[in-house]
């Protein structure tokens, strides 16, 4: 690895080191959403004549609600906000004359930054994981386990394209936190963070079909809930990979056009 690249991505590990309880307070607080909704299916499963609901038994909607939840906390990234920050302080002066570019010392800082929560939340995973093999007597193989490893990796580096390509809004509007906030709960929804998509019924499903957003959630949880085959499995990456080459190409253009508005200040 370049070196440039090796230092930012070493400080992005510093950065996730350096506030040590805000992290894990970051964590503890995903258990609150979690405890909700359990309670909240249960009771929706105890009402209801079919134990089988939008293709979900109780159990699979038990381990869709905190896989969800896990794979939420792990692809957020909260980059429009530094972005934001950089634009209109005129701290993305420095990163014009910089050897590095913004966008590759950014995706290093934030990879770098992953690193221990993609650790924790691994291994947070794999006691689901062996929770559903134990308990549920789920069929979880080997290699669905590496796949599912694959697709969330790749769903790390989906997220951030997606966050990289809203956060250049910033360019053309003064305030956009409460833009962010909407934007950040509406693809948190389309992405199969809160609930599953098929709730939204047949119709939707088909529009999301042709968006990005659940390929950072929905369908890594269905890739290790065993919803998707292998083969269907290795079809997500694929669209996955298609997805960051498209968003990449267009966040390229965005910025491209949106940098000749930008006016540096301050910094």
């Known amino acids: 690895m370049n070196n440039k690249f090796a230092v930012s991505f070493s400080l992005g590990i510093q950065n996730s080191m350096e506030y040590r309880f805000n992290f894990f307070m970051g964590f503890a ?16 499963y105890s009402h209801a004549s079919n134990m089988n ?5 109780y159990h699979q909607m038990i381990v869709y609600t905190i896989v ?13 906000y530094d972005i934001n920050h950089d634009i209109k302080s005129g701290g993305l002066n420095k990163y014009l004359v910089r050897p590095v570019g913004y966008f590759p010392y950014k995706i290093c800082v934030y990879l770098g930054g992953k690193v221990l929560s993609f650790a924790i939340t691994l291994i947070m995973l794999l006691g689901v994981v062996l929770f559903m093999v134990y308990y549920f007597k789920a069929p979880i193989s080997v290699s669905r386990i590496l796949v599912f490893g694959v697709v969330l990796m790749l769903a790390v580096v989906l997220n951030f394209m997606i966050s990289f390509a809203v956060s250049a809004i910033a360019f053309w509007l003064t305030d956009v936190s409460y833009f962010f906030h909407v934007t950040a709960l509406l693809i ?5 963070g809160i609930f599953p998509l098929d709730i939204f019924g047949a119709t939707w ?3 999301f079909d042709y968006l990005p957003f ?16 292998l083969l269907q499995a290795l079809h997500v990456i694929e669209l996955q990979l298609l997805w960051i080459g498209l968003i990449m190409l267009l966040t390229r253009y965005i910025w491209k056009v949106a940098i000749k508005k930008y006016i540096a200040v301050g910094g």
């Open 205 to 207: 499903l088909a529009v």
């Open 68 to 80: 969800a939840a896990l794979i939420s906390r792990l692809v957020a990234t909260g980059l429009e």
């Open 53 to 57: 609901l939008y293709g979900y038994t």
């Open 188 to 192: 948190q929804i389309f992405s199969g």
């Open 214 to 229: 659940k390929y950072t959630i929905y369908m890594p949880v269905n890739v290790i809930n065993g919803k998707l085959t």
């Open 29 to 44: 607080s995903l258990f609150f959403p979690i405890f909700i909704q359990l309670f909240l299916w249960k009771a929706v």
